[in-house]
């Protein structure tokens, strides 16, 4: 499937080891990656577990690591307008997780690609019930919008709140591609009708958000505990 790599790091080449060893390393892993004959979960995981047995950096790799399965799930089209929280699944268990990695190292591929499948699961099943909870958050929002005339800034605004439940005016200006004053009265109309609220108390430099999508927003993380 992919040629299983240990490092080699003899004491004079430093930290990351040879580069040509590096070098070769990682152009064998962007060829796997390459590949289209195989499952994309399966493929993501050897990629995944192939990088972090490479370690090139001396930090992040983790992270990139985990970042690399995103890349890989929407390269090859598993996901289009969002991000799958694979990773988030992998980091509930990060003692299983290590010990999967442990097991590739040692040519043992098959934990890894059962921890990446069990991750997807998770994934697909928090993911739908992030997105139904945030669903209801807009829904909400409309309601308490009802009043407003059908061509009022604020319904500009509502579709941003989930990617940017923490806005100021100069933010609307943008998202909207609106004047100052258009951005005021969006802020203004939200306001009104208890979709955002103020939070620092101020007059200049004000701020305002979305207190519903955020604690969603929190809710979820707080469900990523990692054990």
């Known amino acids: 499937m992919v040629r299983r790599v240990l490092r080699v790091r003899p004491e004079s080449s430093g930290p990351l080891g040879p580069l040509f060893y590096l070098e070769w390393f990682l152009t064998d892993l962007v060829a796997f990656m390459r590949r289209d004959d195989l499952p994309v979960v399966v493929q993501a995981a050897i990629a995944h577990a192939q990088f972090e047995t490479i370690h090139p950096f001396v930090d992040g790799n983790g992270r990139t690591g985990r970042a690399l399965v995103h890349a890989i799930m929407r390269s090859k089209g598993v996901v289009t307008d969002t991000t799958a929280p694979i990773s988030a699944g992998l980091l509930r268990d990060t003692r299983g997780h290590f010990d999967a990695l442990t097991q590739y190292h040692r040519g043992n591929a098959r934990p890894v690609m059962e921890r990446f499948a069990d991750a997807s699961r998770f994934a697909t099943r928090s993911g739908a019930h992030l997105v139904d909870a945030l669903a209801g958050e807009v829904g909400s929002a409309r309601e308490r919008m009802s009043g407003l005339r059908s061509d009022a800034a604020g319904w500009r605004v509502l579709p941003h709140l989930v990617a940017h439940p923490v806005v100021n005016a100069g933010l609307i200006k943008e998202v909207l591609g609106a004047n100052d004053t258009t951005a005021q009265r969006a802020l203004t109309q939200l306001a009104a009708a ?27 993380a707080q469900s990523l505990h990692r054990r």
């Open 194 to 220: 208890g979709v955002l609220e103020e939070c620092t108390g101020k007059n200049r430099g004000r701020v305002w958000q979305h207190s519903g999508i955020l604690g969603v927003l929190d809710e979820y």
